[in-house]
C-alpha cells in the first residue's frame, strides 16, 4: 500500500540536511510505502514516483513534520490530575503513593488509553512509559496491548520501587516490591515483549524509579540485565528536586549524579528524566558518558523545581529530549506546548543571567536567544529518538518509519502566522493535529480517532476514576 502526501504548505523532515530542522520545503510531497517513507521532495519532483501511490491526501494548507517523542511520563497518572497543586515534590509523593496504591489493572488500562490517545492528538507517535508502582493486578503487557490497540510506538519502561518507609525510602511499604520478583518480571518482560529490529514498535527499558525508592543493589542489578540485552535501555528519575541531593548526600554521602555513577548508571545506554541540579562537570561528564536527559519543563514549572540547564547540555554535547511527565505534575500531556515551554523557560532562566546583573538591579535576566524553536522542536524529535536508541525515527526521510503528522494552518489562532507556520506550530496554539501516520497507518483522519471510540473512553475514564476514590 503506497499513500502519497502531496500540496504540503510546509515540510520540515528534520532530517540530516542542515539546519536545526533539517531540510524544509514548501509545496512538498511524501511517499509511504507500507510502514517506511519512500521518497520525499517538492510536489515536482514526486510527481512521477507518485503516480502509482494506491491514496493520495491532499495536505494543501498543512504543516507537516515527524510525529514527536515522549521521553518520559507516567500513564496513570491522568487520573489523578490537579491534586496537591501547592506543595513540595516528596508532599506531592507522600499523598499521592496511596492513592495510586488503590489503582488496579482495569485502572491501568483505561489510563494508558487516555494517556496515549491525548499524546496522538497532540503531535505524539512514539512514548515511552515509566510505571515505577505495581499496585494490586497491574502489569506493563496491559500498557503494551493499549499500545498496540492505538496503533502508536511505545517504549514500556519497567519500573519498579523496593525501598519503602521502613527501609529509608520515600514511599509507603505498601506500595514497593520484592527485589527478586522485579527482577523477574524485568526479565519476562524483555523475552516476550522487546523487539530490537528497525521500525520496532515495541521495545522494553529497566527503570528503577530514583535513589530516594530502590537500593544500590537493585540499580546495579537492572543494568547488568539490561545490558545482557541487545538494545534494552536504563532510565530513571535524577536530579529533580533538592531534596534529592540531601537524600543522596546522608545515604550515601555523594550527590546524585555520583549516585548514579557508582551503580553503573552512567552511560550511552541510559537516560534520566529531569537531570535540574547538575554542575559543570557533571553535565561534562554526562557528555563524555553519553548519558541522556529529559527535559520537563511543564513540570518543573508546575512542582516548583527549577529549571534544568538544557542550553548548558546541549552545549555541551549532551543528548536532550523532551517529555511531558506524568499527568500529575503537569496535568496536560501535549508535545507541542513542552517545546514551547522548553524554549521560553531557556530564555529567562535566572541563574544565567543574575549573577551577571549589578548588584540592586530588580526582577531577573534573560534573552531570546537562549534557545531557538526549531532548537525546541529539535529535541522533541530527533533528540527524543536518540534518547531512547532510535535513527529510524524522529526524522522524514528515505527509509524511516511513516511516523508523520500534519496540521491544519487554518485556525483562528493561526492567522497571520504564515511567513513561518512550522514556527507557529510552538509559538502559537498548542494545536491537535488533523491527520496523524505511525508506522505507516492513519490512526488520525481530519481530526478524528480511527482505531477508538474515544467517547467510550472518556466515559470509562471518568467512572474508573470515582471508582478509586470511592474505595
Ligand atoms: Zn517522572
Known sequence: MKTLLKNIAHLATFDDAGGQAGREITGASVLIDGNVIAAVGTDAELAEVGAGADRVIDLTDHVVMPGMVNTHHHFYQNLTRVMVQDDPLFVWLKTLYPIWARLDDDANRVSSRMAMAELIHSGCTTTSDHLYIMPGDFRLDTCIEVAGEMGMRFHAARGAMSRGESKGGLPPDSCVEDED????????????????????????????????????????DAAALARRHTGVRLHSHIAEVLDEEVYCQEMYGMRSVGFAESVGWLGPDVWFAHAIFLNDDEIRHFAET????????SAHMRCGLGIMRAREMLDAGVVVGLGVDGSASNDTSNMFLEARFAQYLQRVAPDRYLSAQPGGRGGFGGTPTAMSTREALWMATRGGAALLGRDDIGQIAPGKSADIIAMNLNQIGLAGAERDPLAAMVMCGPFKVDQSFINGVQVVADGAFTRIDIGAALAEHRATMRRIYDA
Do not use: N, W, Y
Not at 553519553?290 to 519543563?297: D, I, K, L, M
Open 181 to 220: 520478583a522485579i527482577l523477574t518480571d524485568m526479565e519476562r518482560l524483555i523475552g516476550r515483549h522487546h523487539d530490537t529490529a528497525d521500525h520496532a514498535m515495541t521495545r522494553i527499558v529497566l527503570a528503577p524509579c530514583s535513589p530516594f525508592s530502590v537500593t544500590p543493589q537493585l540499580m546495579k
Open 290 to 297: 553519553g548519558t541522556g536527559a529529559t527535559f520537563c519543563p
